[in-house]
């Protein structure tokens, strides 16, 4: 059954209209579900008795349950859900000094074959809709909500990718997003991309204020495309023209995600060809430690190196981060989980 979640304030009045009811209601709704965050239809004791009735039969609330979490000694939660159909998806709950972020999937399994990620494992079942994104924030938020806690920041950085599942993904952003929704800042939202350069272009156009982060891996095509089959497609000059013209147009920063990998990707040559192809844009570099997976035979850049890499790219004019580790001691690397309890032994 559909969930509510999945309903924009425009779609939730239309579905009013056909029951027959002024479009005042739709915002009622809207604050008993993302501002008491109730956690049945039946406690919205302002509605007819006959409304909630007739929304029961064509809505249900939440669209997931809890099947088992992990919690990392920095606290950060990765909380696996059982979807109404069966299948599973992750979200991980990290806090930083400036708030708690949730990283949201956007799909069940992935077809973007990152040959490094753990998503990719399993192929893509299905994207998810809007409604069964935003009830992974409504469950933490309602978790959260026990201890007056807030999540803070959105990244749509799980399972999956967003701009493979565009329209979906937009309209949950303007759920959580909308004022009478959880009012999530737009600048509190983050997508993040492999570099799906038709999604892209539609996204600058909507000039939308979310973050976009774009998953770069490697500073050219040769070494990028081993890594991320997506590069056939949309080659790096592509991309890069496609992002400049959406950063130009929209006057945003733009985020570029560089996993470390070691002897991969990590050279002095590589963070040289990294600030080259980045330099002059408005856009800054976030170096990720890689979490190992067991199947690949990828392996994390040392510390040091990791530094030398960052230093590299301030002396070549381009602005860096050096993410720190974070539910290091827990399967926080995307579809880690997910990939252990579909494929049971294989990966323990
Ligand atoms: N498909 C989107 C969003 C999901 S992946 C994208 O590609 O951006 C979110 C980020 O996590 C990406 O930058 C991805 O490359 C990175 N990632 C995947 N596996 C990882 C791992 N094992 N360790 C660290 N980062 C990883």
Redesign the pocket.
Known sequence: MQTIYDLNLKMLEEVLAEYGQKPYRAKQIYHWLYQKRCSSLDEMSDLPAALIDRLKENYCLDPLKELTRQVAKDGTTKYLFEMQDGSSVEAVLMHFHFGDSL?VS?QIG?N?G?S????GLLKKQRDLTAGEMAAEVMYVQKELDAVQGRVDNIV?????????NYDNVMRFCEIINSDHGLAIGARHITI????IVPAINDFAKGHYQYNL???L?APNDELRAKL?PVDRAYPLDRLMDALKKYSEDNHRRLTF?Y?LLHDVNDTDEHAVQLADLIRGMNAYVNL??????DENG?HTTNEKKALHFYDILMKHGVKATLRSKHGEDIDA????LRAKHEMGSRTE
Not at 116 to 119: E, G, I, L, N
Not at 156 to 164: C, R, S
Not at 333 to 336: D, K, P, T, V
């Open positions: 990283c956007s992935c973007m990152c490094f990620c753990a998503s749509i950085m799980g399972t999956g990718e967003p701009f493979d993040s991309t492999c570099g982060a774009v998953s891996h991320m995600e996993i990720i430690p890689y979490n190992e997976v990828y690397a995307c579809g880690q």
